[in-house]
């Protein structure tokens, strides 16, 4: 089975300030959160985790599992999408900014702004990393935690269901909130086929 989680609150989130690769830690709601999650999901079964490099990932990942004996892994492929020059602002999904495209219409995103990323090269990392690490686990029946961030993981959920790129947002991933993505059998994407973005 996959699993996704995002990570815990950060000041920025609080702040409605857009993230993207910049470095933000947990701050106390966010902490919280992540030992709640640990509360809440100590009795799912997880044979590996998979996190993201950045600190509010990884600090949820490591409060989350502590005590248990489960193995945390970081992969770069699961980073935030980078948004460029548009990290830190505050009116991101007003349609005013430019870079409010991606949340209010990702389907009339087609390039880059400001040095953000594109979805094709958000879905083709994504796509790596799945077909690399998660798809060969899930064949053998292993249960997969990746604990990543809004729009990777959202990524991670469209390619799993194959969903269009008009459905990106649909799943919503709330902070610290455990999604079930499905195993070997309910994953449509797991031979990776060409992204709908």
């Known amino acids: 089975?996959?699993?996704?989680?995002?990570?815990?609150?950060?000041?920025?989130?609080?702040?409605?300030?857009?993230?993207?690769?910049?470095?933000?830690?947990?701050?106390?709601?966010?902490?919280?959160?992540?030992?709640?999650?640990?509360?809440?999901?100590?009795?799912?079964?997880?044979?590996?985790?998979?996190?993201?490099?950045?600190?509010?990932?990884y600090q949820t990942a490591e409060i989350m599992l502590a005590g248990r004996n489960i193995p945390i892994i970081v992969d770069k492929r699961l980073q935030e999408m980078s948004f460029g020059a548009y990290e830190g602002t505050y009116d991101y999904r007003d349609p005013t900014n430019p870079i409010s495209i991606i949340f209010n219409h990702p389907e009339e995103y087609k390039k880059s702004l400001g040095g953000a990323e594109s979805f094709e090269q958000l879905y083709a990392r994504a796509a790596s990393f799945l077909k690399e690490k998660v798809y060969p686990l899930l064949a053998i029946d292993k249960d997969v935690l990746l604990v990543g961030h809004g729009a990777m993981n959202s990524c991670i959920y469209a390619i799993c269901k194959d969903l269009a790129i008009r459905d990106f947002w649909q799943n919503g991933i709330n902070n610290c909130q455990l999604y079930e993505v499905g195993g070997k059998d309910g994953i449509k994407g797991n031979n990776v086929k060409k992204a709908q973005y």
Request: proline share 4%; aromatic share 8%; glycine share 6%.
């Open 1 to 57: 089975m996959l699993y996704l989680l995002r990570h815990g609150l950060t000041d920025w989130n609080k702040e409605n300030r857009l993230q993207g690769q910049s470095d933000i830690p947990l701050n106390d709601q966010g902490i919280e959160q992540a030992k709640k999650a640990k509360e809440d999901y100590q009795n799912v079964h997880f044979d590996i985790c998979f996190v993201s490099p950045l600190i509010r990932a």
